[in-house]
């Protein structure tokens, strides 16, 4: 079973920043889209931005303007550049990824941001 591994997560203040990573040790898979989801306490989970393999990227109007995502240059590999960060942005981030119909995720990193 393929499986997604998020990182860098953790606590950071208010107005700071912190990237997220999210891969899989299966190095052969080329994702066709990428997206990140997050999950705040006692909400559900929300959908928050994607990037496809052709560079395509979409964000929620949540985080436009403040997150960005890339991909690496191995095509298993997505990044989240969060800057601006605020106390609402507190969640549990995870990633997914899928290639043709078949759909993977991570178990999620939690970012805390303090105000």
């Known amino acids: 079973q393929v499986q997604l591994v998020e990182s860098g997560g953790g606590l950071v203040r208010a107005g700071g920043s912190l990237r997220l990573a999210c891969t899989t040790s299966?190095?052969?898979?080329?994702?066709?889209?990428m997206r990140w989801y997050r999950q705040a306490p006692g909400k559900r989970r929300e959908f928050i931005a994607s990037?496809?393999?052709?560079?395509?990227?979409y964000y929620e109007d949540s985080v436009k303007g403040r997150f960005t995502v890339s991909r690496g240059d191995a095509k298993n590999t997505m990044f989240l550049q969060m800057d601006s960060l605020k106390p609402e942005d507190t969640a549990v981030y995870s990633c997914?990824?899928?290639?043709?119909?078949?759909?993977?995720w991570g178990q999620g990193t939690q970012v805390i941001v303090s105000s």
């Open positions: 990037i496809t393999n052709q560079d395509s990227k």
């Open positions: 299966e190095t052969h898979l080329n994702f066709e889209v």
């Open positions: 997914n990824g899928n290639v043709n119909s078949a759909y993977f």
